[in-house]
């Protein structure tokens, strides 16, 4: 199943939105209002929304200034979420989620709408930023 949000433009360079998004910390800010929990440990962090399991994500990949892949540690749900950073001038960029994951179809048909809007959310919020 392969999910991308809209570009969306940020009012950060290419460079300070790839160093946003590489330190962990930051996604807590980019998280949905129903987030219940969300705990960094080193490289990765720990996020539940309210009635789904907790989801851990580890960076896995960083090219600077151009992109940011984090990537579940679980093996009954195994996926990567992708950021594409492009530069549109110095002092602005754009971004584009993009979620990667191999689930049966009955998990594909029950999660695809859910993790659509979550993506979504989190591209929402990093315009905001």
């Known amino acids: 199943m392969n999910l991308e949000s809209p570009k969306i433009k940020s009012q950060k360079s290419d460079a300070e939105l790839y160093d946003f998004l590489s330190d962990v910390k930051n996604f807590e800010k980019l998280m949905p209002e129903n987030t219940d929990k969300f705990e960094v440990q080193g490289d990765s962090f720990l996020f539940a929304l309210k009635g789904m399991p907790e989801i851990r994500l580890k ?7 151009s992109k ?7 093996d009954k749900f195994p996926f990567t979420l992708t950021g594409n950073i ?5 002092t602005s960029s754009d971004v584009q989620l993009i979620f990667a994951g ?3 179809p009955m998990v594909e048909m029950m999660i695809k709408k859910q993790i659509q809007k979550f993506i979504n959310k989190l591209n929402e919020n990093v315009q905001k930023i």
């Open 68 to 74: 940011i892949v984090l990537g579940s540690t679980s």
């Open 102 to 104: 191999e689930f049966n």
């Open 86 to 90: 492009s530069k549109s001038n110095d």
């Open 59 to 65: 960076m896995q990949e960083k090219i600077p200034n």
